[in-house]
């Protein structure tokens, strides 16, 4: 029903750029919002940024102004550009989408992650 597949992670010195990309086009339900999380090791799963199907963003404290998240509902993508990486930015990072599709019903669908490594 709803596939969602990241690419784009790597390896990056510090103070370089990453771009994420979350294809959602073989989904079959409309997502609402969309976001990216990340996951560092030994620590909780954390939102990094979303974007609503009317494309108001929100992102963490951490990233803002280094981070930049954009979605193109026609072809059901997000992406998150990340600029000035640092160190602390390595993580696993995660597509996510809910659904919503009726009152108080809500669906959460998840990427399967991707690897991102700052470097010094």
């Known amino acids: 029903q709803v596939q969602l597949v990241e690419s784009g992670g790597g390896l990056v010195q510090a103070g370089g750029s990453l771009r994420l990309s979350c294809d959602a086009s073989r989904s079959t339900v409309r997502l609402d919002a969309m976001a990216w999380y990340r996951q560092a090791p030994g620590k909780q799963r954390e939102l990094v940024a979303s974007?609503?199907?009317?494309?108001?963003?929100n992102y963490a404290d951490s990233v803002k102004g280094r981070f930049t998240i954009s979605r193109d509902n026609a072809k059901n993508t997000v992406d998150l550009q990340m600029n000035s990486l640092k160190l602390e930015d390595t993580a696993v990072y995660y597509c996510y989408g809910v659904s919503r599709p009726s009152l108080g019903v809500k669906f959460d669908y998840w990427g399967q992650g991707t690897q991102v490594t700052v470097s010094s």
């Open positions: 974007v609503s199907s009317g494309g108001s963003t």
